[in-house]
Nanobody, 126 residues
Framework: QVQPVESGGGLVQPGGSLRLSCASS????????VGWFRQAPGKELEFVAA?????????YYADSVKGRFSMSNDTATNTMNLQMDGLTPEDTAVYYC??????????????????WGQGTQVTVSS
């Protein structure tokens, strides 16, 4: 059983960058897809990005982060990374890493994933 564990959150100024990492404290991510979601104060959970661990295929991004965020996997450390550039205050949220076996139609939805991490806070402020 995979168990996502996020790291890398923190405080950054507008225009800055952060790299979030999602490792599995249990089984490897092989055969799974990994999704990033975020929740800002007073707002609903929002899809950010998702991709399958291996086998190619599409990496999905929310329109709000397209061109600024990118996902990549590090097979040596069994970690899925989310590189976030050009951060704005609107990106402030708790970011969650989720693992699951979604079908294509559920890759960008919460119901496509079965295991959540504990979340990591990202704050973009001057």
């Amino acid at each position: 059983q995979v168990q996502p564990v996020e790291s890398g959150g923190g405080l950054v100024q507008p225009g800055g960058s952060l790299r979030l990492s999602c490792a599995s404290s249990g089984a490897t991510f092989v055969g799974y897809a990994v999704g990033w979601f975020r929740q800002a104060p007073g707002k609903e959970l929002e899809f950010v990005a998702a991709r399958r661990w291996s086998g190619g295929g599409t990496t999905y991004y929310a329109d709000s982060v397209k061109g600024r965020f990118s996902m990549s996997n590090d097979t040596a450390t069994n970690t899925m990374n989310l590189q976030m550039d050009g951060l704005t205050p609107e990106d402030t949220a708790v970011y969650y890493c989720e693992a699951g076996r979604p079908i294509i139609s559920t890759m960008t939805t919460v119901r496509g994933y079965s295991v959540w991490g504990q979340g990591t806070q990202v704050t973009v402020s001057s």
